[in-house]
């Protein structure tokens, strides 16, 4: 079984612009959770997508967004980059969105904003 | 507002050794304990969860304990390895529709052979 995917591996991308990320979960899964990760501020929650719909947001400015399709891919858009926004952009996927199972991660998306 | 602390920060032992990771949160009212692991440049890797009802969970050479009184969690590592060289996440999830989990900042563990 494919784990989860996540397109590209690597982004170099100047302020001011915006970047698109996608995230193709295990097959079978409905529920695709965004996760932050940074050396200062650790692992930080964005926002969780399960049957299409936001069900859970972080702490994040408007200037994050996402979507799911109804395949239950995922894509993570960043808005009017900053520099602050350059960070490893992880994407985990489970079969629900119950807590009692365990979430399986992608390999992330490395962004840089220069 | 949830805290979730590891301690160190970086762990180096010989190859053969028994290790504990320690994992810290600050409120007890936790829905349940998931253990990763993350290689270098990588994503993670789930290694166990314990439900709020549990006290252990035990996978190979693994075993993650849970005590939600004290707001902690260990996590045994026996017979250490070189492949075991990477980083330890602890995260807990505060409710069962809760998504959002809140995750320490990891030990780093390099086993030498």
């Known amino acids: 079984k494919a784990g989860v995917t996540q397109t590209p591996r690597y982004l170099i991308k100047t302020r001011g612009q915006q970047v698109t990320l996608s995230c193709s979960p295990i097959?079978?899964?409905?529920?695709v959770s965004w996760y932050q990760q940074t050396p200062g501020q650790g692992l930080q929650f964005l926002f969780e997508y399960f049957s299409e719909t936001q069900r859970n947001k972080g702490n994040f400015p408007g200037r994050f967004s996402g979507r799911q399709f109804s395949n239950s891919r995922s894509e993570m858009n960043v808005s009017t980059l900053e520099l602050g926004d350059s960070a490893l952009y992880l994407c985990?996927?489970?079969?629900?969105?119950?807590?009692?199972?365990?979430?399986?991660f992608g390999n992330g998306t490395r962004l840089t904003v220069t | 507002k949830q805290e979730v602390t590891q301690i160190p920060a970086a762990l180096s032992v010989p190859e053969g050794e028994n290790l504990v990771l320690n994992c810290s949160f600050t409120d007890s009212a936790i829905y349940n304990l998931q253990w990763f692991r993350q290689d270098p440049g990588k994503g993670l890797t789930s290694l166990l969860l314990i439900q709020s009802s549990q006290r252990e969970q035990t996978s190979g050479r693994l075993n993650a304990s849970l005590d939600k009184s004290s707001g902690r969690s260990t996590l045994y590592i026996a017979a250490s390895q070189p492949g075991d060289s990477a980083t330890y996440l602890c995260a807990v999830l505060l409710n069962q529709a809760g998504t959002a989990l809140i995750f320490g900042k990891g030990t780093t563990l390099s086993v030498s052979s």
């Open positions: 097959s079978g899964h409905r529920s």
């Open positions: 985990a996927s489970r079969p629900t969105n119950f807590g009692n199972s365990p979430l399986h």
